[in-house]
Nanobody, 114 residues
């Protein structure tokens, strides 16, 4: 399974960005997809994940501001990020998982200026 992200960039605080992640390969086996992020000096942490049946989990810090969605026909997961804050600045990684195996994208940088 290969995961390719797009949509990162520079935005002012209060602005919005939409990240996309397209999966290819043996995508039929991928149950959970989502997003993690890593800021400089920090560990990689959960942003949001969504299962194949639509169960969603968000990090507390993004609830009410970020929305994850999934288009199974296109094997793509999206992250709509609104009301962005400087502390959202990080490399965002697409994540996919099936039983016993995790997959990661190469990462896309999101920078939020104050």
């Amino acid at each position: 399974v290969q995961l390719v992200e797009s949509g990162g960039g520079l935005v002012q605080a209060g602005g919005s960005l939409r990240l996309s992640c397209a999966a290819s390969g043996s995508v039929f086996s991928v149950n959970t997809m989502g997003w993690f992020r890593q800021a400089p000096g920090n560990q990689r942490g959960l942003v949001a994940v969504i299962t194949a049946v639509g169960i969603i989990n968000y990090a507390e810090s993004v609830k009410g501001r970020f929305t994850i969605s999934r288009d199974s026909a296109k094997n793509t997961v999206y992250l709509q990020m609104d009301d962005l804050k400087p502390e959202d600045t990080a490399v965002y990684y697409c994540y996919g998982a099936r039983t016993g195996i995790d997959y990661w994208g190469q990462g896309t940088l999101v920078t939020v200026s104050s």
